[in-house]
């Protein structure tokens, strides 16, 4: 058994794909709309499906906004310079809304990131 992804629903697919692909620096693996049934997939990620988790973003034809609820918290990526990065998805006007510096009680350094759907980004320093 492994992982295979995660899948958030959008308002807006290419608002999404552009937060992912040009701002988190993620790959299209895959995309497919679904004509019949009114919804577009996109996998986004990092490497392969086979190598890893990717990101399945959802979006239902005409639906344009979603209540998040308060069970879901964030998704976790690695980095080798988070402040580096920090400093590069505020460039690109990401919402940095938690900025770098050691986790509270602990010494691993961590910050978060929005995507556009307001979906919580947790980034690690490796």
């Known amino acids: 058994m492994r992982i295979l992804h995660t899948m958030f629903r959008v308002a807006d697919l290419q608002r999404s794909l552009d937060f992912y692909i040009n701002t988190m620096g993620m790959q299209l693996l895959r995309q497919k709309d679904n004509e019949e049934y009114e919804y577009s997939l996109a996998f986004v990620g990092y ?3 086979e190598d890893g988790a990717v990101i399945e973003l959802t979006y239902n034809w005409g639906k344009d906004d979603y209540d998040m609820g308060n069970a879901f918290g964030h998704i976790a990526l690695e980095t080798d310079d988070i402040y580096s990065l920090c400093s590069t998805l505020e460039e690109k ?14 010494s691993t350094l961590i910050a978060f990131v929005r995507d556009p759907d307001g979906y919580a980004i947790e980034l690690i320093q490796h």
């Open 47 to 49: 490497g392969s499906e």
């Open 93 to 106: 006007g990401a919402d940095v809304y938690r900025k770098p510096g050691p986790v509270k009680g602990g």
